[in-house]
C-alpha cells in the first residue's frame, strides 16, 4: 500500500471507531476484559515469511520447497502461489504501524531461511540480513517487542534436493542457520522459537504429501520427525548460548482429541492420534523419549537413531508455544499405521470456511493437557478462524470471528484461572495471506488484504482488539 492511502486507511480507522459500539455483537458491563488476563499477559499477532513476504526471488533470496511446490500446477486449490503473498517485504513498515494501531504490543515472524542463506548453508545473503534488521528496528521504534521463528515450512530448496529432513545432515544444515541468525539478530530479538508445528511440516510434508515438498511414505516421514525432533533441542541450545537474555520456545499444533464412542477400540484410536498430533515433539522435548506404547508405529524410528541421539533429544524450554484451532472426534479406522480417522461433525456443527468445527472448550482441554507436563510456561502462539469475508461499503463486518475469539479467550482464561501456566496468546493472523495448499481463499487476518492490488481495510474483528487491548 503506498503511504496516501496508507493515510486513507487510518482516517477511516477513527472514523470507525466512532461507530464501533454500533457493529460490536457484545458490549455488555462485567463481559471479558484484558485485565482479567493479568497486567504481564502478553499479546500479540503473528505471521510467517512465505505466507506474508512475497519477493520469493528478489534480492538474493534463493527458492524454498514452497516457492517450488506452489509453481507447480495442481498442489494449490486455488492455483495461486506465494509469489507477492501480501508483500510484507515490501510494505512492512505500514503492516507493523497496523498491527501497532490495533494495540498489539508483540509481533511475531518468521526468518526465510532461504532468504538469509539462497542454499541453505555456505554464502549469506547480505540483503536479506538488512531486510530482518529493518523488520526489527523498526518493530522496536514502534513500541512492540518481536518474537522470531527460525522455520515455518520453508527449508531451501537447496537443501531439500540434498534430501531436506530425510537427511541426516540437516541437523548440521539447522544449526549453522541457528547459529548466524542469533549472532544477527540476538542483540534485539529475546523472544524466538525453533520449529513451527513440526508435526504439521512432517505430516503433511513428508507423509501425505499435502504440502511441500510433496513426499509420501512412512520412511520419510520418520527419518524428517527424527531429524526435526534433535533440530528443535539443538536449535534451542544454540539460541541459550548466543543469545544473552534469551527468551526460547517451541511452536506445536495440537488439537483436543475424544473417541467418538466410549468404547474400547475408539479409546485405543484417539490415544494413537493423540500420541502423533499432540505428543510426537513435547515428549522427547522433555527426556520421555518417543510415545511408542501408545503408537507402535514409532518403533520404526529406532532405525534413524544413532549414537548419543536419545540424550540429545531433552531440551529444557522457557516456554511452550501451543497453536489450537479445532478438536478431533476419532474413530478406528483401516488407515494404515494409525488405524484411526476423523469423525465429521454433526450436521449443523459451527464451522469455519476451512470446514473446522469451531469447539472453543477444545483450547480449554488441550491447555489443562499440556499443563500436566512439567514445562515452564505456555503460550498460545496461532489461534483464529477463517470466515468468508466481503466488503460492505468499505467495511469487513466480520462478527463470527470475533464471536469466535471471545468464546476461545473465555476458555483461555478459564484455564489461567484454574492454575494453568498460561502467559500469553498471538492472534492468527495479521492480514489476510498465503494460506499454504489452500491459496489465498482462506481468510484468517484481523485485516482484509485485496490481493489484486494489495489495498489493506481493517475488519470488524481488528476493531474488536483495538478496543479490547486499549
Known amino acids: 500500500m503506498i503511504r496516501s492511502e496508507f493515510i486513507k486507511s487510518l482516517a477511516a480507522l477513527t472514523v470507525a471507531h466512532k461507530l464501533y459500539p454500533l457493529f460490536s455483537p457484545l458490549r455488555s458491563p462485567g463481559e471479558l476484559t484484558k485485565n482479567q488476563f493479568g497486567k504481564d499477559f502478553i499479546w500479540g499477532v503473528g505471521t510467517s515469511a512465505y505466507q506474508s513476504e512475497g519477493a ?72 536479506g540480513i538488512d531486510f530482518y534488521n529493518r523488520v526489527l528496528d523498526t518493530t522496536l521504534e514502534m513500541g512492540m517487542e518481536p518474537w522470531g521463528m527460525l522455520y515455518h515450512w520453508d527449508l531451501p530448496q537447496a537443501l531439500e ?37 513440526p508435526t504439521g511440516f512432517t505430516t503433511l510434508g513428508y507423509l501425505s504429501g499435502i504440502h511441500a515438498p510433496g513426499r509420501i511414505g512412512i520412511g520419510s516421514f520418520l527419518s524428517a520427525v527424527h531429524h526435526a525432533a534433535m533440530c528443535q533441542a539443538e536449535g534451542g541450545r544454540i539460541l541459550r548460548q548466543n543469545v544473552k537474555g534469551s527468551h526460547i520456545g517451541n511452536a506445536l499444533s495440537c488439537s483436543w482429541i475424544e473417541p467418538g464412542k466410549m468404547t474400547e477400540s475408539h479409546l485405543l484410536a484417539a490415544k494413537r492420534l493423540d500420541a502423533i498430533i499432540n505428543r510426537l ?39 511452550i508455544g501451543l497453536q489450537n484451532y479445532f478438536r478431533i472426534v476419532t474413530k478406528p479406522s483401516i488407515i494404515p499405521f494409525i488405524w484411526a480417522n476423523r469423525v465429521k461433525p454433526d450436521e449443523g456443527a459451527e464451522l469455519t470456511e476451512m470446514g473446522w468445527e469451531v469447539y472453543p472448550e477444545g483450547i480449554y482441554r488441550i491447555i489443562m493437557q499440556f499443563s500436566k507436563y512439567p514445562i515452564r510456561e505456555i503460550i498460545l502462539t496461532e489461534n483464529g478462524a477463517a470466515y468468508p469475508d466481503m466488503p460492505e461499503n468499505g467495511h469487513i463486518h466480520d462478527h463470527q470471528r470475533i464471536y469466535f475469539f471471545q468464546r476461545y479467550l473465555q476458555n483461555i482464561l478459564k484455564a489461567k484461572n484454574q492454575g494453568a501456566k498460561v502467559n500469553g496468546y498471538f492472534v492468527w493472523t495479521l492480514i489476510d495471506n498465503f494460506e499454504w495448499a489452500e491459496g489465498l481463499r482462506p481468510r484468517f487476518g484481523l485485516v482484509y488484504n485485496e490481493f489484486e492490488t494489495q489495498k489493506r481495510i481493517i475488519k470488524d474483528s481488528g476493531y474488536w482488539f483495538r478496543e479490547f487491548l486499549r
Not at 503492516?95 to 518468521?110: I, P
Not at 520421555?288 to 529444557?316: H, S
Open 161 to 197: 534436493e540434498q534430501g531436506g529432513w530425510t537427511n541426516r545432515d540437516v541437523i548440521g544444515w539447522f544449526s549453522e542457520y541457528a547459529d548466524l541468525a542469533s549472532r544477527k539478530f540476538g542483540d534485539r530479538l529475546k523472544h524466538w522459537m525453533v520449529l513451527n508445528e
Open 56 to 127: 520469493a526471488h528478489e534480492e538474493g533470496k534463493g527458492p524454498s520447497i514452497w516457492d517450488t511446490f506452489s509453481e507447480s500446477s495442481g498442489h494449490i486449490k486455488d492455483h495461486s502461489n506465494g509469489l507477492l503473498a501480501s508483500d510484507f517485504y515490501h510494505r512492512y513498515r505500514e503492516d507493523l504501524q497496523l498491527a501497532r494501531t490495533l494495540n498489539f504490543k508483540n509481533f511475531r515472524f518468521s526468518f526465510s531461511w532461504a532468504r538469509i542463506l539462497p542454499e541453505g548453508k555456505g554464502t549469506l545473503n547480505p540483503k
Open 281 to 319: 515433539f513435547i515428549e522427547p522435548s522433555l527426556g520421555m523419549g518417543y510415545p511408542t506404547a501408545d503408537l507402535p508405529l514409532l518403533e520404526r524410528i529406532e532405525q534413524y537413531v544413532k549414537n548419543d541421539d536419545l540424550q540429545k533429544l531433552p531440551f529444557d524450554f522457557d516456554f
